[in-house]
């Protein structure tokens, strides 16, 4: 039994950079999970995706995502990479410059459009995300600065470090300058007492002093219990990421660009739009571009796991 898999690099317009994702666009129907997130671990990407049809017809497919530790209710990079991978393939019926589709995730359905050229070919995806909740505030900024191997005066004084969950959750810590960021470095033994197995593990850390000048925010990643070291472009955590900044008045618009991954050499590039009313936030979008990188195979291991 082989797998055939696709690569892509998701939120760039060139290769080489962005969030590499491998997408099983068609596996067996009978692939158990186990061995998913074998395969998962296997390629050691920050998530592979895995397309099966719907149990609910009202969405086109079922998407399951997997980091090389756990699978994930939902993801942004694999959604965004996914519905870009199947627009290519032309598993997508409409033909209009502008498609849409309804991805079946862990946490219900997810709406993603995507946007074409004139002759038919992908371009860009949005995908829309759930309403963040804002959960615990950490308050010893003390500790979770020396987690990071920052200074408390690194720390943004205007936002706490809170918890926001839009079906993932993420501790959103906001540092003063792009010197902090770039000295960041997540010191694990601190971080197993501080944050493991608590709502604050995976932390997401931002500035708005950037190094490209269409970017609003320069943004790290780091996910160690989901076996992501750091993230080079996190789609999930930019939704919140904009309602975050926007609550705590260190945006003052809803259009933001977060530029990622550059301390890894593969500079990102996000579009996040968040829509309120008042104090109430009605609408969050996230998307960007993706480059297709090829395609493979994986043969053997999943024969003999299988018993073949």
């Not at 939120?11 to 590499?20: A, D, E, L």
């Not at 129907?29 to 998530?47: F, H, Y």
């Not at 993801?75 to 498609?99: D, N, W």
């Not at 995300?129 to 020396?146: C, G, H, K, V």
Request: glycine share 10%; charged share 20%.
């Amino acid at each position: 039994m082989n797998l055939n898999y696709h690569l892509l690099d998701v939120f760039s317009n060139q290769p080489f950079g962005g969030n590499q994702l491998a997408v099983f666009a068609d596996p067996p129907l009978e692939l158990p999970a186990s061995t998913m997130q074998l395969v998962a671990k296997e390629l050691n990407l920050s998530e592979v995706t895995f397309v099966f049809p719907p149990a609910d017809y009202q969405n086109d497919f079922r998407l399951r995502i997997f980091t090389p530790d756990r699978e994930l209710p939902m993801a942004g990079h694999p959604t965004v990479g996914t519905a870009f991978l199947l627009a290519r393939l032309g598993m997508i019926k409409e033909t209009a410059k502008s498609r849409s589709l309804s991805f079946e995730e862990g946490i219900g359905s997810i709406q993603v459009t995507v946007e074409s050229d004139e002759d038919g070919r992908p371009e860009s995806v949005l995908m829309r995300q759930p309403i963040p909740q804002f959960l615990d505030i950490y308050e010893d900024r003390e500790a979770i600065a020396r987690m990071l191997s920052l200074r408390p005066e690194d720390l943004q004084p205007k936002a706490p470090l809170q918890v926001l969950d839009n079906g993932l959750p993420f501790l959103f810590v906001a540092v003063q300058s792009l010197d902090a960021i770039r000295r960041l470095s997540l010191r694990l033994d601190l971080w197993q007492g501080l944050l493991l197995g608590k709502p604050g593990e995976n932390v997401f850390v931002a500035t708005t002093q950037t190094e490209h000048p269409g970017s609003t925010v320069h943004s790290r990643m780091f996910a160690p219990a989901l076996g992501v070291a750091e993230d080079p472009a996190t789609g999930s955590a930019s939704g919140s990421l904009g309602v975050y900044l926007l609550k705590y008045g260190l945006v003052d618009s809803g259009e933001i660009v977060s530029e990622q991954g550059i301390e890894m050499g593969r500079p990102s590039f996000i579009n996040i739009n968040v829509e309120r009313q008042g104090e109430k936030f009605t609408a969050v979008t996230v998307g960007g571009a993706c480059v297709y990188m090829g395609q493979g195979t994986l043969i053997r291991a999943i024969a003999s796991k299988w018993g073949g």
